[in-house]
C-alpha cells in the first residue's frame, strides 16, 4: 500500500461538469464589467459569486471536498474568466497559487487545516513584492519568531487581491536570513491595505500597498519559501497568460459585435454596408487567428504542469527535473505567443470600426490596456533569447531568483 505524502491526485473532474457549474457564474461575472472597469468599481460581489460556487477549490481532489480539476481545466476556466472580466481572473492568481502549494505539502493536521479553510471558502492574496527597485536578495519585509508565534513586518505592492482576501501570503526574511512565507489574516491587527495601484489597466484588481506592522502569525501559518512548490513560478506566469488569453477572445468578442451594430461605412470601403466589406472581415478573421492562438499555447503550456504533479503523483523524481525544464520551456514560448496574440488583437480589432469604436460606453480600450499591463508584469523582452540560448547551447532555462538576487512576482 502506498503512504499519501502530498494532497496531490489524478484529476477526475469533466470538462462538461466544469463548464455546466461555472457557465452560468461566468456569465453573471460579465455583467457590467464595462462600467466597472470605466468607474473603477471593485468587484468584490463577482468575487464573492465565484467564492461561493466553489471555484476556489478547482484543484483540491474530490477525495478531499474539491472539484478534482487537472491544471489544464483550471487555467482554461481562469481564461474564460477574463474573459468575462479581467480584473476578477486575476484576482484569483495568488489564491489558487497558494492552494497548489498547499496540495503539494506534506500531509499533516497543520496542512488539513488548510485544506478545510479552502473548502469552507478562505480566500488568499498575496503579499510578495516590494516597491522601489527591492530586490529578493534585499528584502526588507521580515517574519520572525516571537515566543510562541511569529511577528510579521514590512510593505508590499503589487498585492493583488488583498482587498478581496481573508488571508494574506507574506514574503519575509527571517533573523536568520532564511525567506519565510506568513499567512496573517486580513483583518488583524496591524495589517492595512490601500488601493493605491497607479497602472493604467487591471485597475479593480486591488494590486496596491499592504503595510504589516507586527502582525502576528501562527506557527502553523508560516513555511519556509525554499520549500514552496517547485512549479510555482511557472504557475504564477500561466495565470497571467490565461487573463491575457481571456482579455483576447474579449475583443474578438466586442469587437465583432462592434463590427455588426455598424450601420455606414467609409467612403473608401468595398461595401456600403460594413458587415459586407472584405477588408474588414478579414481584421476580424485575422483577430480570431490571434485568439486561436493564445488558447493553443495556453492549453499546451498547461499540460507541461499537469505531467510535473503526474510525476509527482507517481514518485517519479529520477525525471523531475527534465519536467520542470519542460515546463519551462512551454511556459515561456507560450509567454512569448499569448501576450503578442492579446496586444496585437486588442489594437487590430479598432481597424475593424470606425470612430464609434473608441466610445467609452462600448470599452475597447479597457482591452488593451489591461493586456498590455498584464504583458509589462514579466520581461518578455529576455524570453526569446533565454530559449534560444537553451535550444542552441543547451544552457537550463529554469531561472534560481534566489541565488541571482532578483524576484519577485509583480516586476
Not at 519585509?141 to 510593505?155: F, K, L, P
Request: hydrophobic residues 40%; negative net charge.
Amino acid at each position: 500500500m502506498t503512504v499519501k505524502t502530498t494532497y496531490l491526485a489524478a484529476p477526475t473532474a469533466s470538462d462538461g461538469e466544469l463548464t455546466a457549474k461555472f457557465a452560468p457564474v461566468f456569465a453573471a461575472v460579465a455583467e457590467g464589467n464595462a462600467g466597472r472597469e470605466r468607474d473603477r468599481a471593485l468587484p468584490f460581489e463577482q468575487v464573492r459569486l465565484l467564492n461561493d460556487a466553489g471555484f476556489g477549490t478547482l484543484r483540491i481532489p474530490e477525495s478531499h471536498g474539491g472539484l478534482g480539476a487537472s491544471l489544464e481545466q483550471t487555467f482554461e476556466l481562469l481564461a474564460q474568466l477574463g474573459e468575462a472580466d479581467a480584473n476578477v481572473s486575476h484576482i484569483w492568481r495568488n489564491h489558487l497559487a497558494f492552494v497548489e502549494d498547499r496540495l503539494n505539502a506534506p500531509v499533516s493536521d497543520g496542512n488539513d487545516t488548510w485544506i478545510k479553510r479552502f473548502l469552507a471558502g478562505a480566500f488568499v492574496g498575496g503579499g510578495w513584492t516590494e516597491a522601489n527597485n527591492v530586490t529578493l536578495a534585499k528584502l526588507a519585509s521580515t517574519v520572525t519568531v516571537e515566543d510562541d508565534h511569529w511577528t510579521v513586518s514590512g510593505a508590499k505592492y503589487y498585492a493583488t487581491g488583498s482587498l478581496y482576501a481573508e488571508w494574506l501570503d507574506v514574503l519575509g526574511r527571517g533573523d536568520d536570513g532564511e525567506l519565510w512565507t506568513a499567512l496573517v489574516r486580513a483583518d488583524d491587527p496591524g495589517v492595512t491595505l490601500t488601493d493605491d495601484w497607479k497602472g493604467f489597466g487591471q485597475r479593480a484588481t486591488g494590486s496596491g500597498s499592504a503595510h504589516y506592522d507586527r502582525v502576528r502569525a501562527d506557527a502553523g501559518d508560516v513555511f519556509p519559501a525554499a520549500d514552496r512548490f517547485s512549479y510555482q513560478a511557472h504557475f504564477y506566469q500561466t495565470a497571467m497568460l490565461s487573463v491575457l488569453t481571456g482579455i483576447t477572445r474579449a475583443a474578438l468578442r466586442d469587437g465583432s459585435a462592434a463590427l455588426k451594430a455598424r450601420g455606414r461605412n467609409y467612403p473608401q470601403g468595398l461595401s456600403e454596408t460594413p458587415t459586407d466589406d472584405a477588408q474588414l472581415l478579414q481584421v476580424i478573421g485575422s483577430v480570431s487567428a490571434d485568439a486561436f492562438a493564445a488558447s493553443a499555447a495556453l492549453n499546451r503550456a498547461t499540460r507541461t504542469l499537469d505531467a510535473i504533479v503526474a510525476g509527482r503523483i507517481q514518485g517519479d523524481d529520477q525525471h523531475a527535473r527534465r519536467r520542470l525544464i519542460d515546463a519551462e520551456v512551454a511556459v515561456t514560448q507560450a509567454q512569448l505567443v499569448v501576450i503578442a496574440a492579446a496586444l496585437q488583437a486588442t489594437t487590430t480589432i479598432f481597424d475593424a470600426l470606425g470612430a464609434s469604436g473608441v466610445s467609452e460606453t462600448l470599452g475597447l480600450d479597457r482591452h488593451w490596456r489591461n493586456a498590455r499591463t498584464l504583458a509589462s508584469h514579466n520581461p518578455r523582452v529576455y524570453k526569446a533569447r533565454i530559449l534560444g540560448d537553451w535550444l542552441i547551447n543547451g544552457k537550463d532555462p529554469v531561472p534560481d531568483l534566489a541565488a541571482r538576487g532578483r524576484g519577485g512576482q509583480g516586476n
